[in-house]
């Protein structure tokens, strides 16, 4: 008996440690790092407990309290803001009901919007820039992303309806943001007024969802056999990637409408979105390069030993794979696409930090407030870039266990 | 080989995907865009004066597309900002209201374009701006290369800030001083300049970036620091003490700030300049944004002259009408207005007395050709 007993204690999972011995391990367990934990704890909590303290009590967050508009969609003519409203509304809209349909992280990411959004309309301050409008707008935006997520659960509504809706929701969108010369209802909107959030959005997601198909164009290209294809495509590659956005962004801003034949223009948005873009593409497609070179030329083999062709083996083989080796490395480059978009201010286009520069010379009172406003603007990138690599991570872990994309 | 040709009808796809962007891009600004090349398409080329029948050009783009162009900025106190419902004002913009006006009859028919420093140049060569108002210095190689300069607005020029504590009453006691200065500038040129002409020395404390060279002059990291005076008198004013503080009266550098419309287009450029007459002479003759109307029926015959009561002042052979100039002075007022706006003493932004900026008859510089 006693026997047993004692082997019962040794096969016992060992026992988390109490938090003096924790402590005791990982702060003072020998002389440097009690020295460490001595100097470091307190300068840690003194700039914790000053920062807290200047967000809460110094920090004066008028210019961003008095102009949410202008940080959310900077000049968009006011009277027309239901336009953004009703794009924002429709995206929310799919998401909930992708959601609905597949679960994991895009309820994550409804769930943050939907907290985000509940959060802000029922704001127990009372606030003249968050009028009951806006509040019911929010709420009931809030009751779109469920009611999308009850949708998305029915069997009836079929996962193509909502990838289809995925498609055309943004085109949609960007032509209603656009508008008709001459409409009554929804008057041309010239890009010169977009700004702000709306901007960073559009520039990001644009950027990403175009540089997609080209990065992944160049890609095959580089590993062409045809020396044409094969050399463009590294010219393209090796340019880009050799020089820096800001000149790329300056190519595009300036020099391409010195270039460009007299009787054609482009707007301005658009060139800094194909800049943002080309600079994207070209890092995708070496991100894509790397991850066709990581499969096994015993697939392709393969493939060809059982009658596939050239594009069927790309397509149904090397695609699946490849792309799945390497996604969560373009997460994390669109990651810092979105981060790159705050470069296009130095071509003049107001995007959230670009709004943020024209708010803080608004008023006298505001040219003092520059840290307050660039505080945002960063809690706000933060936010986002969370996360998506939060995304990213949980792309990682479950695409080993998953068969399909 | 094969594969070869799947890659092929990729990359098609991929360029016929790219001319479906460029075709697209077309038709969302089609009517403005190929006007607008139209009539910019021999400036760049042609020497000496351009013909009067290419004159008309920008003037008749902005009629038939009912909108101003103007090239600005967001992002300048007292110049070029935003309010809280982003529509644009300052100094610069209501320049560019009183042409909308004058042209259109609609101060708000304007589109600003914010620009960049860099942009300034090109926008104008392409004729991608009808006018550009963005605190621009007036230079004899900017008047070469970028466009056709109307008439000075504002007389800018750098100076320097001191604390009232300093006891420094002028720049002769300059020597041996610490200057706060954003590095790389003609601002920092413009001081080395001053200080060896003078004969002193100087410490220049360097900062790459505008806020940290203010926040290190409060701090007393300096005893003066310099810029142009309007961007002195707006850092002052954020200043949580501005009295504090004092811009001595000496201008070391020159800066006109002035509109500039693209080379080649005559008739335009006649229209800008003389909406900028009409401004400062409607204060010089007293013709407020608030009196212009009974103004009218005034017995100064100069007044009616600018009003359009009586004679020509150019309006037919320019084709526009008699109202024009008092609608742009009944749009954002006479000079003074616009100045005492931003720059007055009540001003939104900061307060600039108007030195230079005066009318010529009160020892100023704003003088203006008549209007008749």
Known sequence: ?????????????????????????????????????????????????QSILWVFTKADWRPIIENPMLFAVGQYPRDQLWRVAIGLSGIMFLMGASWGKWGGLLRTISLSFAIVFAFLALLPVQLETLDTDLRIYLGSTVLLIFIGAWLGRLKAVKKAYILIGWAIMPIISIIFLIGFEGVEKIPEVSTTFWGGLLVTFLLSAGGILASFPIGLALALGRRSSLPVVKGFSIAFIETVRGVPLVTILFMFSIILVLLLPADSSLDRLFRAWMAVTFFSAAYTAENIRGGLQAVPIGQIEAAKAVGMNAFQTMLFIVMPQALRAVLPTIVGQFISLFKDTTLVVIVGINDLLGIGRSVINMEPAFLQLDLEVYMFIAAVYWVFSYFMSRASARLETTMGTRTTL | MRK????????????????????????????????????????????????????????????????LICGGRTDLAGFGMLDADGNNEGFDVDLCRAVAAAVLGDPTAIELVPLTAADRGPVLQTAEVDMLSRNVTWTASREAQWGNFTTTMFFDGQGFMITKDSGITSTDEFDGATVCVTSGTTTEQNLSDFFRQNGMSYEAVIFEDTSAVYAAYEEGRCDVTTSDKSQLASVRSGFADPDAHIILDITISKEPLTPVVPHGDDTWYDTVNIVMFALINAEELGVTQDNVEAMKTSDNIKVLRLLGQEGDWGYSDLGLDADALARAIAAVGNYGEIYDRYMGPNGKSFTLPRGPNNLWTNGGLIYAPPVK
């Open chain 1, 1 to 49: 008996m006693e026997n047993i007993r004692t082997t019962k204690g040794a096969i016992r999972p060992p026992q988390p440690p109490g938090p003096l011995k924790w402590v005791r391990d990982n702060l003072f367990n020998n002389w440097y790092n009690t020295l460490l934990t001595v100097v470091l704890v307190p300068t840690v909590l003194f700039v914790l407990v």
């Open chain 2, 4 to 67: 070869s040709i799947a890659l092929l009808t990729l990359l098609v796809a991929f360029s016929l995907l790219l001319a479906a962007c460029g075709a697209a891009e077309e038709t969302a600004a089609p009517a403005e865009a190929t006007e607008a090349m139209e009539m910019t398409e021999e400036p760049g080329e042609t020497e000496g004066p351009a013909p009067a029948a290419q004159g008309g050009g920008i003037l008749d783009k902005v009629k038939s597309s009912g909108k």
